[in-house]
């Protein structure tokens, strides 16, 4: 019974290394190291070369639209390139800390999600407090690709997520006491359409709240989605195994 942790930051934790270890020895046969910006996207391919079971994504964070020209975009282009790059993201809107001007959130949006379609990777979003936007951006610019929402809190909009195929990743913050929306949505997500992460080192997962967050830790969450459907572990296991390895084609461990 293996799991994947679909969305992480391994270069925010103090010792990667160790982390994925310790990820191994728990189950976790496979992390997608998430790229926020070029110096991220460079490391998290480091990681995906030094480490067993990494893979890596490129993108640049709604928090730092600003930041985007052509020379960034470019620069993303060519680590896009590299093997062990399974996606582009985590790009999208973040209304909520609205750390860059809105407009350039729309901008840096759209430019990664053409980027996706021109090297063929899947495209991982973030959405917070932009939900109706964000599903009227995609459904405008990326209905030809393939879309995984990251930290998934589309609570209102998970039949049409269903409809458009959309990927779904729960978060540790599917197993909290007020989160009852987010359980109901794990509940009612497509099942060849639900992954998990841990967006490590945030959102650490019950019994694990208040510590930095760890790959290990994805199987508590992946608990919480399998009570909300009803299944036991080995079947989360086997779903979300299963989806994590098809939309960013990576290779059965087995």
Known sequence: ???????????????????????????????????????????????????????????????????????????????????????????????????????????AFSAQIELARRVGLPLVVHVREAGDEAMAQLADEAGDLTVVLHCFSLSRYVDECNARGYYASFAGNVTYKNAGDLRSAAARVREDRLVVETDAPFLSPVPNRGDSNVPAWVAHTAVVVGEAR?????????????????????????
């Open 1 to 107: 019974m293996t799991l994947i942790d679909s969305h992480c930051h391994l270069e925010m934790l103090d010792d990667a290394a160790w982390a994925m270890e310790a990820a191994h020895a728990a189950g976790v046969e496979a992390v997608v190291s998430i790229g926020i910006d070029a110096a991220s996207s460079r490391l998290a391919i480091g990681f995906a070369e030094r480490l067993e079971g990494v893979y890596a994504t490129v993108g640049l964070h709604p928090h730092d639209a600003g930041s985007l020209d052509d020379a960034l975009l470019g620069e993303l282009e060519e680590l896009a390139a590299h093997p062990r790059v399974v996606a582009v993201g985590e790009c999208g809107l973040d209304f909520y800390r609205d750390l860059s001007p809105r407009d350039a959130q729309r901008r």
């Open 230 to 254: 009803g299944w036991d572990a080995a079947r989360v296991a086997e779903v979300t195994t299963a989806n994590a390895r098809r939309v960013f084609a990576l290779p059965d461990a087995g």
